[in-house]
């Protein structure tokens, strides 16, 4: 679990400059650097904390598009990637292969749940953004967050922005910015461990 937290501030700290909204200012709560530090054997991890200090997801319930609702609760009991991102952000665009291919690859531990955030003026239409994945040949798990509340809920001000949620429905963190296939990777073969 310990590697899991260094490669998640690894890659925070790589891709920080790869989103599209500014600089992201998510509660510190989400991911305390100092805990991820591998050489203190003496710091506490996510899964050692009591339940007081773990941090709990933030429920929610969204529309696919397709007249369905989706709620994160749906998935307790499996990992869930929440992936806040917009057709008009191009780092956002350039990771759809990358997390279509992944959320095959890892169906089975894991659930990349894709949230597109419509509140922006830039976004298209929940009807556009379902034909521009069909037009492009995208195939994957989309909701979509009308207002922007569930993001606001979630401080996403950067995008993309990913958020990890554990079996259990608690936040081991989050990432801005796009990954890279090797680095992605990585990330999954610690998080399914």
């Known amino acids: 679990m310990?590697?899991?937290?260094?490669?998640l501030t690894i890659i925070g700290l790589i891709?920080?400059?790869?989103?599209?909204?500014?600089?992201?200012?998510?509660d510190n709560k989400a991911i305390d650097i100092e805990e991820t530090n591998e050489n203190n054997e003496d710091q506490?991890?996510?899964?050692?904390?009591?339940?007081?200090?773990?941090?709990?997801?933030?429920n929610f319930s969204l529309p696919d598009g397709k007249g369905n609702e989706v709620s994160l609760s749906d998935y307790l009991g499996k990992v869930v990637l929440l992936n806040f991102w917009g057709t008009w952000c191009p780092s956002?665009?350039?990771?759809?292969?990358?997390?279509?291919?992944?959320?095959?690859?890892?169906?089975?531990?894991?659930?990349?749940?894709?949230i597109n955030i419509q509140n922006l003026p830039q976004e298209r239409s929940v009807?556009?953004?379902?034909?521009?994945?069909?037009?492009?040949?995208?195939?994957?798990?989309?909701?979509?967050?009308?207002d922007g509340s569930i993001s606001n809920s979630y401080y996403v001000q950067y995008l993309p922005t990913m958020y990890v949620i554990d079996r259990e429905g608690y936040v081991l963190g989050y990432i801005p910015g796009g990954v890279d296939e090797g680095t992605f990777r990585q990330l999954m073969e610690n998080i399914i461990q």
């Open 92 to 114: 956002c665009v350039d990771k759809i292969p990358l997390i279509e291919k992944m959320s095959k690859e890892y169906e089975e531990d894991i659930e990349i749940l894709s």
């Open 2 to 7: 310990k590697k899991f937290f260094v490669v």
């Open 15 to 26: 891709v920080i400059l790869n989103g599209c909204n500014g600089e992201n200012d998510i």
């Open 127 to 146: 009807e556009g953004v379902l034909e521009w994945l069909d037009s492009r040949g995208f195939d994957i798990n989309v909701v979509f967050d009308m």
């Open 44 to 58: 506490k991890v996510n899964e050692e904390k009591t339940e007081d200090e773990r941090i709990p997801s933030i």
